[in-house]
């Protein structure tokens, strides 16, 4: 083969992760595989040069490569996580910082309240300004049944990944001037919705809906809003009860590239969708699914 082509389907190792069990929310460094974050690999081109961005979830998985990338292509990076998460989030610090930006470590929980509705202007103050919103950090738990799924459960899912949006999304909007992007994380289960995750495929629906109404919502502003659907991913939200365990050796195999994908697979459309490169892209949702056909 030539030297210049990569062939999608060994590009990255095909995981068959052993079975294993972290609580939630569980740390990368503990996983087995190492979800690839990008840290050997990902090489930046200037193209984030002098932006400010938060990444929320951004200590571990999809948000940890989005960060590292976003360090790598110019931009000063502040990441927010659970405290519990502090041993990965060192670990993102370390790369923003290698890669000549300024990190900003952001604990606390997006279940409480005053957290919520302040952590985008602490982002804001720490990084003298914000131009890029990645609202990333999710929730996935199975249950079995409707009958064993509580409403405490759904009501945390749906304020983790999708209620959490119109908070963090409404702070930005305050300092974000023409030129700025919100990118949000929605998944192949807005489409194609597992049974036994009937929560988090609803809030994922509603992700991208959410994104086609406000990109529609601030476009003459100057600001675009965009989402990217990843489908299965290597990472530890799929190792903390987000998957049975039986599940994890063949996690990805049913794709049409035959494995799952890797964080450091996700960034560049990340990087994509915050960059002036999309400038003419708003309201979109960029599939990066193995080749699962969505709508
Ligand atoms: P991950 O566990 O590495 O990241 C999820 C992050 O969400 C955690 O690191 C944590 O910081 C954050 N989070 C969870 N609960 C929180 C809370 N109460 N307060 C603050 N932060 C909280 O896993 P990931 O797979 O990289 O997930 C990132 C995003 O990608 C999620 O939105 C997830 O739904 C989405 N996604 C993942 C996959 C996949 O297969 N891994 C597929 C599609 C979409
Ligand atoms: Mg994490």
Redesign the pocket.
Known sequence: MSEFLQNPVTQFPKVSPPEQDQPE??L?VKTDPV?DIGLDSYRGRERLVGRKALV?????????AVAIAYAREGADVAI???PA?EE?ARRVVAAIEEAGRHAVALP????DRSYRESVVDTAAERLGGLDILVN?????LISESLEELTDEQVE?TFQ??ILSMFTLSRAALRHMRPGSAIVN?????AYEPNPMILD?AAT?AAINNFTKGLAQQVGERGIRVNAV??????????V?D?QPKDKLPVFGHNTPLGRAGQ?AEMAPAYVFLASAESSYVTGDTLNANGGTPTP
């Not at 929320?56 to 940890?64: E, K, L, N, R, Y």
């Not at 606390?108 to 279940?111: A, I, N, S, T």
């Not at 990333?136 to 996935?140: H, I, L, R, T, Y």
């Not at 994380?185 to 289960?189: F, M, Y």
Request: charged share 15%; hydrophobic share 30%.
């Open positions: 929310p569980g990368d979800p929320t979830g951004g200590d571990s998985g999809i948000g940890a927010a996580y659970l998460e990965d606390g929980d997006l279940l990333n950090a999710g929730k996935q945390q983790i990944n994380t929605t998944s192949v289960q988090y994922k659907a990843p489908g299965p991913v290597w990472t530890v939200l799929q903390s987000g964080p």
